[in-house]
Nanobody
Framework: QVQLVESGGGLVQAGGSLRLSCAASGHTFIRYYMGWFRQAPGKEREFVATISWSGVSTYYADSVKGRFSISRDNARNTVYLQMNSLKHEDTAVYYC?????????????????WGQGTQVSVSS
């Protein structure tokens, strides 16, 4: 079992930045690929970014590429999502997720564990 707790969400103006954190506990963090997903009102949950065990490999949705950066600190059991140049359309609840296995995943059904989510609101 892995427990995930997100933090760092809030209200920011368009063009601003936020850094989300996801603290993991309950199992060996380094064994899991980590991902960030988001869900806007009335829309399906969508993939944002993912990172490998070591942090060497990352992958992003086209909509955030060049603006968002995912990273992890295995000593602190924490994964981060640095969000820059935020747009109104980035407004959503952001979820941290963990998956076992040997490759990155972009589908939500590939992830076994989820956090409760943190709200990000970007004013235009």
């Amino acid at each position: 079992q892995v427990q995930l707790v997100e933090s760092g969400g809030g209200l920011v103006q368009a063009g601003g930045s936020l850094r989300l954190s996801c603290a993991a506990s309950g199992h060996t963090f380094i064994r899991y690929y980590m991902g960030w997903f988001r869900q806007a009102p009335g829309k399906e949950r969508e993939f944002v970014a993912t990172i490998s065990w070591s942090g060497v490999s990352t992958y992003y949705a086209d909509s955030v590429k060049g603006r968002f950066s995912i990273s992890r600190d295995n000593a602190r059991n924490t994964v981060y999502l640095q969000m820059n140049s935020l747009k109104h359309e980035d407004t959503a609840v952001y979820y941290c997720a963990a998956k076992q296995g040997l490759r990155t995943g972009v589908r939500s059904d590939e992830y076994e564990y989820w956090g409760q989510g943190t709200q990000v609101s970007v004013s235009s």
